[in-house]
């Protein structure tokens, strides 16, 4: 896959997306927002890949907000529809996504980008990264699920705090605040996020689609029980749980399908 503005590359299932715009700070424009929206599609479709990993050119950002100069002179109307579109294609996708996302935070996450790994179902940190939604010094607020998702990870006095003030937090405090799940140093951030990714390639995939689509049900204003309950079912009929218990009474590992 040949990008303009993203780095991507399969290697052992692992899908490695780079945003590849570090001259400036690998900011979100509108044409790295339409090729984030194709390799996240192309991820889910693909059965080559059991998981993701999307960092950040360099080690001075992961991203660092979304592209000003292109939306300055929208109307309401524009606004809604540019917020409604990255939700749709971008954000929205990666959190409903059946494989595996984790942002691996190299630097600054701030705005569209701290969106964007919040996005992600897992997010680890680099010890120098600082994560912020600074969007209220511009006179807006977070439009692709910040306020949403920050309150999700945080709690609502912590996310209001941080987006009223515009505060950034650092790697540190941002994993006590539950909002990274790891910090660790640079060298040993894509390690890190691989040996997660790793250990999710060996369980079954179709479990692991379900259980996350069961765990995003509880955010997103669904029935949360009647969706595990639901897909808890669905496993029954699957040939990874036949061979996944034939596996455990014959005190052998597992060697899943996908099916």
Same mark, same amino acid.
């Given at each position: 896959?040949?990008?303009?503005?993203?780095?991507? +590359?399969?290697?052992?299932?692992?899908?490695?997306? !780079?945003?590849?715009?570090?001259?400036?700070? %690998?900011?979100? %424009?509108?044409?790295?927002?339409?090729?984030? =929206?194709?390799?996240?599609?192309?991820?889910?479709?693909?059965?080559?890949?059991?998981?993701?990993?999307?960092?950040?050119?360099?080690?001075?950002?992961?991203?660092?907000? =979304?592209?000003?100069? +292109?939306?300055?002179?929208?109307?309401?109307?524009?606004?809604?529809?540019?917020?409604? &579109? @990255?939700?749709?294609?971008?954000? %929205?996708?990666?959190?409903?996504?059946?494989?595996?996302?984790?942002?691996?935070?190299?630097?600054?996450?701030?705005?569209?980008?701290?969106?964007?790994?919040?996005?992600?179902?897992?997010?680890?940190?680099?010890? &120098?990264?600082?994560?912020?939604?600074?969007?209220?010094?511009?006179?807006?607020?977070? @439009?692709?699920?910040?306020?949403?998702?920050?309150?999700?990870?945080?709690?609502? @006095?912590?996310?209001? +705090?941080?987006?009223? !003030?515009? %505060?950034?937090?650092?790697?540190?405090?941002?994993?006590?605040?539950?909002?990274?799940?790891?910090?660790?140093?640079? =060298?040993?951030?894509?390690?890190?996020?691989?040996?997660?990714?790793?250990?999710?390639?060996?369980?079954?995939?179709?479990?692991?689609?379900?259980?996350?689509? =069961?765990?995003?049900?509880?955010?997103?204003?669904?029935?949360?029980?009647?969706?595990?309950?639901?897909?808890?079912?669905?496993?029954?009929?699957?040939?990874?749980?036949?061979?996944?218990?034939?596996?455990?009474?014959?005190?052998?590992?597992?060697?899943?399908?996908?099916?």
């Amino acid at each position: 896959m040949a990008y303009q503005n993203l780095l991507s +590359e399969v290697k052992e299932n692992i899908l490695y997306v !780079t945003i590849n715009r570090e001259k400036a700070l %690998n900011a979100l %424009n509108k044409e790295t927002l339409s090729e984030l =929206a194709d390799v996240i599609a192309y991820a889910e479709q693909s059965e080559d890949v059991s998981g993701v990993i999307i960092t950040g050119a360099g080690e001075k950002a992961f991203v660092a907000g =979304a592209d000003i100069k +292109e939306f300055s002179n929208y109307s309401g109307k524009q606004g809604e529809e540019l917020a409604r &579109h @990255g939700h749709e294609t971008v954000f %929205n996708a990666i959190e409903n996504s059946s494989k595996l996302f984790i942002a691996a935070v190299n630097g600054f996450a701030l705005g569209g980008g701290l969106e964007l790994a919040m996005s992600c179902h897992i997010r680890i940190a680099a010890e &120098h990264a600082k994560l912020g939604l600074p969007e209220v010094t511009l006179g807006l607020i977070p @439009g692709y699920g910040g306020t949403q998702r920050l309150t999700q990870l945080v709690g609502k @006095g912590k996310a209001i +705090e941080m987006i009223t !003030t515009a %505060n950034m937090v650092t790697a540190a405090v941002a994993e006590q605040i539950g909002l990274v799940n790891y910090v660790v140093p640079q =060298a040993e951030l894509i390690g890190k996020a691989e040996e997660i990714l790793n250990a999710v390639k060996q369980r079954a995939p179709l479990a692991v689609a379900a259980a996350i689509k =069961a765990v995003i049900a509880s955010l997103n204003g669904d029935n949360g029980y009647a969706t595990e309950i639901e897909e808890f079912g669905k496993c029954f009929e699957t040939a990874d749980f036949k061979e996944g218990v034939s596996a455990f009474s014959e005190k052998r590992k597992p060697l899943f399908s996908g099916r």
